[in-house]
């Protein structure tokens, strides 16, 4: 089992940059795929970018390509979602998930440990 812990939301100003963290907990993060989800209200939860195991695979939502990067440190159990570009359509909470038994997904009902969110606020 892991426990996952996200930090870094806050306010931004369109344009604005920030970088999330996700710290989880145990000895076996590495054998995790990771992923960032994100629900704004009244929508549902929406795929945002994935990093498999290793970290030498990674895919984006259409929606944030080339604005947005996933990575991952295993030593420190920690996986980033670095926002840049940021538009008021990205207001959201965001959800680090760590899906096990797979190498990556991109597919949320995949994912069966979730971290309890952090509010990401875009003004215009």
């Known amino acids: 089992q892991v426990q996952l812990v996200e930090s870094g939301g806050g306010l931004v100003q369109a344009g604005g940059s920030l970088r999330l963290s996700c710290a989880a907990s145990?000895?076996?993060?590495?054998?995790?795929?990771m992923g960032w989800f994100r629900q704004a209200p009244g929508k549902e939860r929406e795929f945002v970018a994935a990093?498999?195991?290793?970290?030498?695979?990674?895919e984006y939502a259409d929606s944030v390509k080339g604005r947005f990067t996933i990575s991952r440190a295993n030593a420190k159990n920690t996986v980033y979602l670095q926002m840049n570009s940021l538009k008021p359509e990205d207001t959201a909470v965001y959800y680090c998930?760590?899906?096990?038994?797979?190498?990556?997904?991109?597919?949320?009902?995949?994912?069966?440990?979730w971290g309890q969110g952090t509010q990401v606020t875009v003004s215009s």
């Open positions: 145990g000895r076996t993060f590495s054998t995790y795929a």
């Open positions: 998930a760590a899906a096990g038994g797979v190498v990556f997904s991109t597919t949320r009902l995949v994912y069966n440990y």
């Open positions: 990093i498999s195991r290793s970290g030498d695979k990674t």
